[in-house]
């Protein structure tokens, strides 16, 4: 007869080894960590406090770390947008859409950058693939909108820029109302215009985009000192606007301020202005 203790030493021997055996197994059926994990996180911090330079170096690492990261491509497509580089922000769309279909974000973010180089519409394809995977995208019918505005839809513009007003995101209502402000100043509705754009700034008062547009309709109103004085507030937050200098100069020129309108003038030249059908981005 086994004494009571060895079999008791016995039962704990085979419960531990149990215990590392499911161990062992669950270590080796568990998928493995991301290992862009970190750096991914990282960069939608920068992000979230613009600093787009920072975050581009962390969502390299990202795609370093793992070059099948379709949110740290949609992420960068983003970010090359914000910082201008278009061509390869389109790239960084492809590539996320090419791993995940169904990215909405890599639509919304590939479709920003087709705004801002005037190919409208491809942004508008990219915008109706991101609704029809999820018609409750707020900036998703903002960017439609600008889409619309390039290609001169303006009550579709309108439209989508009211639907997205309507879902209580303060910072999409804000672009919807810019994009909207557009809309109204090209149908020739320049009051309407302005009361779009003074909402928008509401909202928030550093969008260069709505001085922008409330001046060019207070403008068309005849009202060029205000005018002039809300392109100076645009420039104030965005200075590389050489279309703006040139809204400034004809304000001058009209409020008879020669000599401030020469120097507006020179500036946009400078710059390299010239006319445009692009739609400023609202952002």
Not at 13 to 25: E, I, N
Not at 58 to 64: M, S
Not at 101 to 117: C, P, V
Request: with cysteine; proline share 3%.
């Amino acid at each position: 007869m086994k004494s009571p203790s060895g079999s008791k030493f016995a039962r704990s021997l085979f419960s531990t080894l149990s215990l590392v055996a499911f161990a062992s197994t669950a270590a080796i059926g568990a998928p493995p960590a991301d290992p862009s994990t970190e750096a991914l996180r990282s960069a939608e911090n920068l992000m979230k406090n613009d600093k787009y330079k920072d975050a581009r170096g962390k969502l390299d690492e990202a795609i370093k770390a793992n070059s099948n990261n379709a949110k740290a491509y949609s992420d960068r497509c983003l970010v090359n947008d914000r910082l201008g580089n278009y061509a390869a922000a389109v790239e960084d769309g492809n590539k996320a859409v090419q791993l995940d279909s169904k990215m909405t974000s890599a639509y919304i973010n590939r479709a920003w950058a087709y705004n801002k180089t005037g190919k409208y519409q491809q942004a508008l394809d990219d915008l109706n693939r991101a609704i029809e995977l999820d018609p409750n995208m707020p900036m998703a019918y903002v960017n439609r909108a600008h889409a619309y505005n390039g290609l001169k839809q303006f009550d579709k513009a309108i439209a989508d820029a009211d639907k997205a007003a309507e879902m209580k995101a303060p910072h999409a209502r804000a672009l919807a109302l810019i994009n909207k402000s557009h809309a109204l100043h090209m149908q020739g509705n320049h009051n309407d215009a302005a009361d779009a754009a003074t909402l928008a700034l509401q909202i928030n008062a550093k969008l260069p985009a709505a001085y922008v547009n409330r001046g060019r309709a207070m403008a068309k109103q005849g009202y060029h000192d205000k005018a002039a004085d809300d392109f100076s507030k645009a420039l104030k937050f965005n200075n590389r606007l050489a279309h703006v200098y040139q809204h400034r100069g004809d304000s001058y020129k009209a409020i008879g301020k020669a000599d401030l309108a020469k120097k507006d003038f020179e500036k946009a030249e400078k710059m390299g202005f010239k006319a445009s059908t692009k739609v400023a981005d609202p952002r």
